[in-house]
Structures are given as structure tokens and as C-alpha cells.
């Protein structure tokens, strides 16, 4: 059985490929002295230099040796921290320019900022359960898209997860955790960023379409500056560089990890929480009744970094089958998470079937679509699912011939995965974790974590 250290946090463990970011942060906001600079000029530039190892593996993935357009700040030794700043300034100018670029996909009518809508925290505009894409537009994806935010402190998948000592109990095993996308099959911005772009059923595209829209591109000028002259002489360079644009946009801090929230202003003792979101707050932290922070970690670690709403943990919590995707046409197809399909390395390993990353609840209210495979549409739907789910099964899974075919998405040989901490741990006539009242105050507190409070607009 899975354990988790209560009110445990995941540390950012991928240092090497934000610590760039966080450091112009840093110092644009602080100013600063010149020991600390020469500091942060060498573990830039040492970053730097992991990255374009990171670029130059991702190359290699794909099954090609080639000259990477690394950038300039990646050849590290001779730069200033001046130059090592400049340069991720201009990846991450045109990488955002690349987010909202149709013409890198194969219809010319998405672009990332099509399902990562800038408005909904980087994720879905609408309520579909999931998006179309595709060269024609028609292809469904099967699953619900996530935001894009909070995303730097997900750690690399692991499947034996240790906290570091600062912020929990090192000697627990808090089991699969990490990775990017709902299954955590990447561990890069870059990695993941060819995903989309060469799918079938979302961009559909090639590296050399890519390559060539990039080449013709109002940005081209701007693309060869922050990559260097020779980012255009092979596709496969271009197509490259292109993946390392959207890993540096997707770190810029005050876009993808502000952390604006009421509940961050609340934590900062700036403002107070009504009654019904601090109850809520309560409710969300009690170990019997919610025990969502168990997951969903919502204080602050030891060493005062803030709440990431997630543990980043891969746990398996039985969400309903969503008949009204055409994947699931198919009685013998399921979303297996970690196991497959769309992840293939741990494919035919039981124990990883039905396991999905737990989400970040920060900017939750904004979505319209919840769950990997978007089944459910308002947040009270969520809550009422994690209180009810075993009292009230009926309510939740198909019933066929009097019989709850509860689980209907996770063939039974895998229900050993499901988790049964609390809220998980009733059976039908107990009493639900949470009443109906109580499961409002819950959505006020989630109400909290949207990004943008101005207390001073607020009475
Ligand atoms: C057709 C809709 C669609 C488009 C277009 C799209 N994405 Fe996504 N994105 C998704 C979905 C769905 C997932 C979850 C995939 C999964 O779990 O298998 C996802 C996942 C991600 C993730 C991982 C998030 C996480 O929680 O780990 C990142 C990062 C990302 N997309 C970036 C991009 C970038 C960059 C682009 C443009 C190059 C892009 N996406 C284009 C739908 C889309
Ligand atoms: C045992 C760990 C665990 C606990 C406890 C837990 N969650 Fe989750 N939560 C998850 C996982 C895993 C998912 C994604 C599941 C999936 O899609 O298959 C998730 C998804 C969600 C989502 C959907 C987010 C999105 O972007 O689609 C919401 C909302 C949510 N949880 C709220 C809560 C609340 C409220 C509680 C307490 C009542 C809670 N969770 C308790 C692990 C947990």
C-alpha cells in the first residue's frame, strides 16, 4: 500500500532546467550583490550547459545524431551572465510567440494556445471533455487538457519516491511520482513539446513542416538571434531549437507561476478568508473528513516554499468510464495511465494500471473539465465524487441488471492499484465524508486558488 507523509511536499527537483528563470527573477526583483551575481552566473551557466545535454538526448530520441542549434548560453565557459540572461530573453520571446503560432501545425488552425488557453491558466477554453485536432480538425484526443501552470516544480518521474529530508520523512516510499502529462511519460518541456506537435490527433505535424513555418515565420529573424546562425541549416536543428523555445516560455514565472492567489495572499497574512473558504480550507486539511492535502498538498514546506497543490504523486481513484469519447467506443479500450497506451515503458507492469499524476488544484476553477478523461464539468460534480464515491456508487458508475458496475474504466484485475485512504475508505449505508453543505465550502476554498487576487479590489 502507498503511504504518504501527511502535509509532505515534493521539492522542485528539476533545478537544472529552471534554475535560469528563477535567478532572472531573482535578480530583476532583488538587485544584486556581487558574490551572489558570480554565483548565479556559474549555476546559469552550468544549467545552461545540462540543458543542451537535455536537447542534444532529445535529439537522440529521436533516433537521428545531429548538430543541435543549441543556444549560445550553452556553450557556457566563455559567456557573461549578461549574455546567459539575454539569451533565455529571447527564447522565451519567441517561444511565446510559437504558442500562439498556427502554422506550426498540420491543419494551420491550432496552435498550443488553442487548448492552453491563456485566459484558463494554459488550459481547456471550453468544456469539452476533450480537444480536436488532427489534420482535418476532427480527431478527438482522449484525454482532458491540463493547465500548463505550476508545472516547474513537477520532479522527474521516479517509480520510488523519497522527500528530501527538509520537507518530509525520507525513508517513506510515496511510490510512482512526477513526469509531465497526465501518465508523467516525459520528464522535459522539450520532450513533451514534440508530442502535440507530431500527434496524430492534435498538431499533426513534422519536424520539417515545422522547420519550414518557423523558417517563414515573422519571428524567423527573432528565432535565428536567440539560436544562433546556424539554427536554420538543418530541420531537425530548427525543429530542436523549436522544442527548447516552449520549454524556456513555459518557465516564465510571473505567466506560468505567480502565485497571485487569494489563498497565497491569505498565507502572506495580506487578507482574510470568508467563513465558508476557510471552513472549507478545514474540511479540505482534515485527515477524516476531505483529506485532500494528503494529495493535494495546501502548506507551505519547512523550508517556506509555497503550497503546489499537488504531491505530483501517480495514484489510482477509479474515475468513470467517459462513454462520450470515441476511444471509448471500444468496450475492450481503457486509459490505463501509466501502463499504456499513450505511455509505453511500463506497459504489461500491473502495478501501474489505473494510475494517473495528481493534479495541481491551483487555478481548478477555471476549468470547465475535470479529470484525466474530462467526465465531469463543475467542481461540486469533483467533490461530490470523492465523498460519495463508495456510500453512493450508483450515482457515479453505470448500473446494469440492478448490479453498480462500479470501476467501470479499470478491469478488475487492477482494482488491487485503487487507493483507500479516507475519503476512499467507506462502503455503501456509511455516512459520506463530506455532507452537501459541506462540499460547497470545499468549492469556496478551491474558489481561492485562482491566480490575479487583488485584495484591495475585494470588500
Ligand atoms: C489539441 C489540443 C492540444 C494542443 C494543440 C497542445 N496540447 Fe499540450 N496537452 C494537451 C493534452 C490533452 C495534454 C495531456 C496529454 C496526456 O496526458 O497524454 C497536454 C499536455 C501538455 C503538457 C504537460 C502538462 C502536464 O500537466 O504535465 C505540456 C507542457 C503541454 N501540453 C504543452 C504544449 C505545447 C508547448 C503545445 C504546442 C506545441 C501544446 N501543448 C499543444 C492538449 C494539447
Ligand atoms: C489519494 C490522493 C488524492 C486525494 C486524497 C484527493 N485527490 Fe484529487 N486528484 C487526485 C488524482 C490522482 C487526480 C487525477 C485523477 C484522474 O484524473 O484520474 C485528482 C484530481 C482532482 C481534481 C480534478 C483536477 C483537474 O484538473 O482535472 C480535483 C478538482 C480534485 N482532485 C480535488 C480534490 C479534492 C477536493 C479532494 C478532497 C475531497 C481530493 N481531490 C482528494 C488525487 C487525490
Redesign the pocket.
Known amino acids: 500500500m502507498k503511504k504518504r507523509a501527511a502535509g509532505g511536499i515534493v521539492r522542485a527537483v528539476r533545478l537544472t532546467m529552471f534554475v535560469m528563470p528563477l535567478l532572472l527573477a531573482a535578480c530583476d526583483r532583488q538587485g544584486d550583490s556581487p558574490a551572489l551575481a558570480s554565483a548565479q552566473a556559474a549555476t546559469a551557466t552550468q544549467s545552461s550547459a545540462q540543458s543542451a545535454q537535455a536537447v542534444q538526448a532529445a535529439a537522440q530520441h529521436a533516433g537521428a545524431s545531429v548538430p543541435v542549434a543549441a543556444p549560445a548560453a550553452a556553450h557556457g565557459g566563455g559567456q557573461t551572465r549578461a549574455e546567459v540572461y539575454a539569451s533565455v530573453r529571447k527564447m522565451t520571446a519567441v517561444g511565446k510567440l510559437m504558442f500562439f503560432d498556427k502554422s506550426l501545425s498540420g491543419s494551420g488552425k491550432l496552435a498550443c494556445a488553442t487548448c492552453h488557453s491563456p485566459d484558463h491558466a494554459f488550459g481547456p477554453p471550453n468544456a469539452l471533455a476533450v480537444q480536436l485536432g488532427g489534420a482535418d480538425m476532427h480527431e478527438q484526443g482522449m484525454r ?1 487538457v ?2 500548463l501552470k505550476y508545472l516547474q516544480s513537477v520532479p522527474q518521474f521516479t517509480a520510488h519516491f523519497h522527500e528530501s529530508d527538509d520537507d518530509g520523512d525520507e525513508s517513506i516510499d510515496a511510490g510512482p511520482t512526477g513526469g509531465l502529462t ?1 501518465d508523467g511519460r516525459v520528464d522535459h518541456g522539450s520532450d513533451q513539446a514534440r508530442i502535440p506537435l507530431l500527434s496524430s490527433f492534435e498538431m499533426a505535424s513534422t519536424p520539417q513542416k515545422v522547420a519550414t513555418a518557423v523558417r517563414a515565420a515573422p519571428y524567423a529573424d527573432a528565432f535565428r538571434d536567440a539560436f544562433g546562425e546556424h539554427v536554420f541549416e538543418s530541420d531537425l536543428a530548427t525543429f530542436n531549437a523549436v522544442l527548447k523555445a516552449f520549454e524556456t516560455f513555459e518557465q516564465t514565472p510571473e505567466l506560468f507561476y505567480p502565485y497571485s492567489s487569494k489563498y497565497d495572499a491569505y498565507l502572506a497574512g495580506k487578507t482574510q478568508l470568508t467563513a465558508a473558504e476557510l471552513h472549507g480550507l478545514q474540511l ?1 486539511n482534515d485527515e477524516k473528513k ?3 492535502a ?3 498538498v495546501s502548506e507551505r514546506t519547512r523550508s517556506g516554499a509555497p503550497p503546489q497543490f499537488s504531491d505530483f ?1 501517480l ?1 489510482a ?1 477509479g ?1 468513470p468510464r467517459n462513454r462520450s469519447l470515441a476511444v471509448n467506443r471500444d468496450p475492450k479500450f481503457h486509459d490505463l495511465g501509466a501502463c499504456g497506451p499513450e505511455r509505453t515503458d511500463l506497459k504489461g507492469r500491473d502495478e501501474y494500471c489505473g494510475i ?4 495541481t ?1 491551483r487555478n ?1 476553477a477555471l ?1 470547465k473539465t ?4 474530462g467526465i465531469y464539468h463543475s ?1 461540486d460534480e ?2 461530490r465524487f ?2 460519495q464515491r463508495d456510500t453512493n456508487p450508483a450515482k457515479f458508475y453505470p448500473v446494469a441488471h440492478g448490479k453498480v458496475q462500479k470501476f467501470d474504466d479499470l478491469p478488475q484485475q487492477y482494482w488491487a492499484n485503487l ?1 483507500t ?1 479516507p ?1 476512499f475508505d467507506r462502503k455503501p449505508g456509511d455516512q459520506p465524508a ?1 455532507d452537501e453543505a459541506e462540499i460547497k465550502d ?1 468549492v469556496a476554498f ?1 474558489n481561492t486558488l485562482t491566480d490575479g487576487y487583488q485584495p484591495e479590489a475585494q470588500h
Open positions: 482532458a491540463p493547465s497526465w479540505f476531505g483529506n485532500c494528503s494529495c493535494h504523486g495514484i481513484i474515475v494517473f499524476r495528481t493534479p488544484l481548478v476549468r475535470f479529470f484525466h478523461n467542481l469533483v467533490v470523492y465523498a487507493n485512504d475519503p463530506l470545499v478551491l
